[in-house]
């Protein structure tokens, strides 16, 4: 247990200690490639020392006893002494898996037990033991996982088999820990029923070696087979910055950087308000005082727009942050797939809101396991197909306007898109009618839809649509946009993009009914006014025919429940996956507001994502086009 005087020193100790476990794993990760670099070996021997120095200061016992055990591996590698092994990293990594559990069950006030299993695991690896003993005591205990975790009716059956009875469970009846821990063991290698998978590994993973000087020749044979995949030597260079830039960072809590941004916000609604009284002072007034208030009002004007940029700024994280996550996801799916796989990161350094960063972990997570599981290929099946043994996974990040996009894409095999169409037919989401009628984008769309999935069976890891509808809610709640691009045989590139913040946006004013209302300006295409507009009805709906692209077309008045107002306008839109036309009276512009919730008396409005005040202090409701959208979806687009 943490004492209170000694919570501050915790806390500051659980930022660095995360610091710390994420330097080890992507050193790791990196040292699988680049084995000889003697630069990572230091920098991650440092970083278990460092975690295992602050958790003996503060007396987290279990965490110094992993910690210690993994430092005196990393000691001898460090030395010579012992050559990295797919067995080695596979325990070093496991040790920071359970240092960054143990840390949360410290912060949460429980007791943890030094895991005796893994630390006498690390000391046998340190002594130059193999691993094989280790393993079998691993495949022999499944059963007890099973009966442990209340499922000894599955005992006999092979591992893969029971992984996939326990992900076909609900999500509030699935034993997540059961599956994690059975994942480790199908990542260890063990696979008793698949030969050829076995085969396959003997040929990719280094053998132990009992002596460390036999090793050592291996290494020296080897060396030449590693040049070519080295594809970051210059690593070493970034480390002497990094620390530098360390010692600069000011932590400052969450919550006092909110408050700034709301203070910020309500400074730019004033502002806005200032600049239209003084707008009709200029038209009514000539002189030489309203001039000068001219010039300051410029200046302000300037001024408040670089605060607000500043502290928006504040909010902002790298992206490197997410990212730096998923070369683990990757190089354990790969294994457990017997696949051969590549992540490439890309702009890492480009920074996003924190709010949306923090909520895109998930539904990433869920298109790498399906570019890895479904898109990439096994590796003989590419080199039939004159493709590289090795697939590759990228993941990137860039900036366009002033929206931040996020792309995943792989070198596999690419979505069947007939394939697609036919199981949303026998699933019933379209008609024949509504297939003829759909674009081969319209129908890749279809992937999103709750609970669909083009495989026969259903993967341990993933199924192509499988949480695919995470991803569209994760994307649609932060007003982001979503678009798929595949070929086969060649691939497919799922981009996601998204507003730079979301507490300010710019709007267009738009009149329904007589009513204000504030339409976000990112998801506008398009705008088309009434009489150029070329509106038909199609089964009964009405529909907007736009350079021979048929859109739904909404009526915002009688979407919103008011009077039906007349055409003036025709909006364009990219709601989610879809293009949608909406129908307003009349336009006034486009202007800069700060999103206010509507609060806990009125609660949550379908259609309405928040509030905001113009610049002539009126209130006005912001729509949430997706909403409305979702209310008129059963009749506009999939029956």
């Not at 495949?139 to 092979?158: A, R």
């Not at 992900?167 to 698949?194: N, Y």
């Not at 730096?324 to 354990?332: A, G, I, L, S, Y």
């Not at 197909?385 to 792989?410: N, W």
């Amino acid at each position: 247990m943490i004492s209170d005087d000694m919570r501050e020193i915790f806390n500051e100790f659980l930022v660095e200690a995360e610091e710390n476990l994420q330097k080890v794993e992507e050193n790791l990760l990196e040292l699988e490639k680049d084995p000889q670099n003697e630069e990572l070996l230091n920098a991650t021997f440092r970083a278990m020392h460092t975690l295992k120095g602050g958790a003996g200061f503060l007396g987290l016992q279990a965490v110094v006893e992993v910690a210690h055990a993994a430092e005196d591996v990393l000691g001898k590698l460090r030395s010579g002494e012992l050559v990295l092994t797919p067995d080695i990293n596979d325990a070093i990594l496991e040790a920071v898996d359970f240092i960054r559990s143990a840390l949360a069950r410290y912060e949460a006030g429980e007791e943890v037990e030094v895991p005796q299993e893994l630390v006498s695991k690390l000391r046998a690896l340190e002594q130059g033991e193999t691993p094989s003993e280790t393993k079998k005591e691993e495949g022999s205990s499944i059963d007890e996982l099973l009966d442990k975790f209340g499922f000894g009716h599955l005992k006999g059956k092979p591992i893969e088999e029971i992984l996939e009875e326990l992900i076909l469970l609900p999500p509030d009846e699935r034993p997540m820990e059961l599956i994690e821990e059975l994942d480790k063991i199908v990542a260890s290698g063990e696979k008793p029923k698949e030969e050829e998978k076995k085969e396959e590994q003997d040929k990719t993973i280094e053998p132990v070696e009992e002596k460390a000087e036999e090793k050592k020749e291996e290494k020296k044979e080897e060396e030449p087979k590693r040049e070519e995949p080295k594809t970051q030597p210059p690593k070493a260079d970034k480390k002497p910055p990094v620390k530098t830039e360390g010692e600069k960072v000011l932590r400052i809590d969450v919550s006092k950087i909110e408050d700034l941004m709301n203070l910020v916000g309500e400074l730019v609604l004033e502002r806005n308000r200032l600049l239209r009284v003084f707008q009709k002072l200029y038209e009514e007034y000539q002189s030489k005082t309203v001039d000068e208030f001219e010039t300051v009002m410029s200046s302000l004007d300037r001024i408040v727009g670089d605060l607000q940029l500043a502290v928006m700024k504040t909010r902002m994280q790298p992206v490197k942050r997410l990212f730096q996550k998923f070369p683990r996801v990757v190089r354990d799916l790969a294994r457990m797939l017997g696949k051969e796989v590549e992540l490439v990161l890309e702009g890492e350094d480009a920074e996003m809101d924190k709010t949306v960063l923090e909520k895109l972990e998930e539904p990433l997570i869920h298109l790498i396991r399906n570019a890895v599981d479904h898109g990439i290929e096994p590796p003989d099946e590419r080199e039939r197909l004159g493709k590289p043994r090795k697939g590759i996974v990228k993941l990137s990040a860039y900036y366009h306007g002033d929206r931040i996009f996020i792309e995943i894409s792989d070198d596999g095999r690419g979505i069947d898109v007939d394939k697609v169409k036919q199981k949303a037919l026998e699933k019933g989401l379209i008609t024949p009618d509504r297939a003829e009628k759909m674009t081969e984008k319209d129908i890749l769309f279809l992937i999103f839809h709750p609970g669909f999935s083009t495989a026969e069976g259903v993967s341990q890891v993933s199924g192509r649509g499988v949480g695919m509808d995470v991803v569209m809610n994760t994307v649609s709640a932060f007003r982001g946009t979503i678009d798929i691009e595949t070929e086969r045989g060649k691939g497919t590139k799922i981009t996601l993009s998204f507003p730079l913040t979301v507490g300010i946006i710019r709007s267009l004013l738009v009149s329904v009914s007589g009513k204000l209302f504030a339409i976000p300006i990112y998801s506008v295409l398009e705008i088309i006014q009434g009489e150029d507009a070329q509106i038909t009805t199609v089964s009964g709906k009405e529909v907007l025919i736009l350079r021979e692209l048929t859109i739904p077309l909404i009526n915002l008045g009688e979407a919103l429940e008011m009077e039906s107002g007349s055409v003036g306008y025709v909006i364009v839109s990219q709601v989610g996956s879809q293009k949608v036309a909406f129908t307003v009276d009349d336009l006034f512009g486009d202007e800069e507001v700060v999103v206010k919730p509507l609060g806990k008396i009125i609660g949550e409005v379908q259609g309405i994502s928040g509030a905001t005040i113009t610049g002539d202090g009126k209130v006005v409701l912001i729509l949430d086009l997706d909403g409305i959208l979702k209310r008129e979806m059963r009749s506009l687009t999939l029956v």
